[in-house]
């Protein structure tokens, strides 16, 4: 077995052994997943693909871009369309493939605040899968009149078709078929967030998951989270190894790297390359 540079040898084995002798494995995956993974949003890759958003607003990054106030729809899906094309339609990251390997035979079950859709691409089990923060495969009527989602990967590929000058025609924008208010993609930002059937299931399956499991030798494995959202996976992964005394809680992550001293004796902290660490780790299974 091989091992990424910085990482000492026993560490990794560490968290080996601990994936091994887990009953059950909750993965928390934040940003850091898809970053590691390949995903990139700023920089020469942001004024290749969105010259025109840099050119009039001075935006470096899709992140920030995406918070602009659109004057038109034309813009606005001219740069929707090839953001969530380039997020979510281009297949899956190897490195989803590698954490799946690792967890392949164990009772796993997942939640992330990542929308790309990475892990069901990758083969992850549907019913092990929460995705708290929404889809860009998803739209949503802007005005939230009724709890449902649409699949948009037709009318997103169709734009891209049609996309000239970093404009799409207008009457491609897609429009509330309920009250006929413009659609929005269907992520976290306010009170309008749509939490459809679909998201409530998974979250009624990851509860359930949670209380079967209350009392067994729970893996509590917090990869590539930050402090933007603690409440959703960080947080709640200590308290609940807290409250087990069987569990144990480990985040790998390139910083953020924290721990209560209730839980110092039963926890790993990673302070490294969380890409080198997993390809490591599904090497060695």
């Known amino acids: 077995m091989s091992f990424p540079k910085m990482i000492m040898k026993s560490t990794l084995e560490a968290l080996k052994k601990r994936i091994d002798e887990a009953d059950a494995i909750v993965i928390g995956a934040g940003a850091g997943v898809s970053t590691a993974a ?7 890759y942001f004024l290749k693909e969105f010259p025109e958003m840099n050119r009039k607003y001075g935006y470096t990054d899709m992140y920030g871009a995406s918070f602009h106030d659109f004057a038109t729809p034309e813009e606005r899906w001219g740069f929707w369309s090839k953001m969530i094309y380039l997020n979510r339609y281009q297949g899956v ?4 493939l590698d954490l799946l390997k690792v967890v392949s035979g164990k009772d796993y079950f997942v939640i992330t605040t990542n929308v790309d859709h990475q ?5 992850f089990d549907k019913k092990r899968l929460f995705y708290t923060q929404g889809d860009y495969g ?3 009527c802007s005005k939230a009149c009724h709890q449902k989602t649409y699949d948009n990967e037709a009318i997103i590929k169709e734009m891209l078709k049609q996309r000239k000058d970093g404009l799409v025609p207008a009457f491609l924008a897609p429009h509330c078929p309920v009250c006929g208010e413009e659609m929005e993609v269907n992520l976290r930002k306010d009170d309008l967030f749509v939490q459809d059937k679909g998201w409530e ?10 209380d ?6 729970v893996l ?4 590539g989270v930050g402090f933007n959202t603690p409440v959703i996976i960080k947080y709640p992964f200590m308290r609940m190894t807290y409250q087990n005394p069987n569990a144990f809680y480990v985040c790998v992550n390139l910083g953020y790297n924290y721990v209560p001293p209730e839980l110092e004796n039963r926890s790993l902290l990673i302070d490294g390359d969380l890409g080198e660490i997993i390809t490591s ?5």
């Not at 390949?38 to 020469?44: L, N, P, R, S, T």
């Not at 299931?201 to 949670?210: D, G, N, Q, T, V």
């Open 38 to 44: 390949g995903f990139v949003y700023g920089g020469d």
């Open 93 to 96: 990251k190897p490195l989803y």
């Open 119 to 123: 892990f069901q691409l990758a083969g």
């Open 138 to 140: 998803l739209f949503q």
């Open 201 to 210: 299931e998974a979250s009624l399956r990851y509860s359930k998951f949670i």
């Open 212 to 217: 079967e499991h209350k009392a067994k030798r």
């Open 220 to 223: 509590f494995l917090e990869l």
């Open 281 to 285: 780790l599904a090497k060695a299974k």
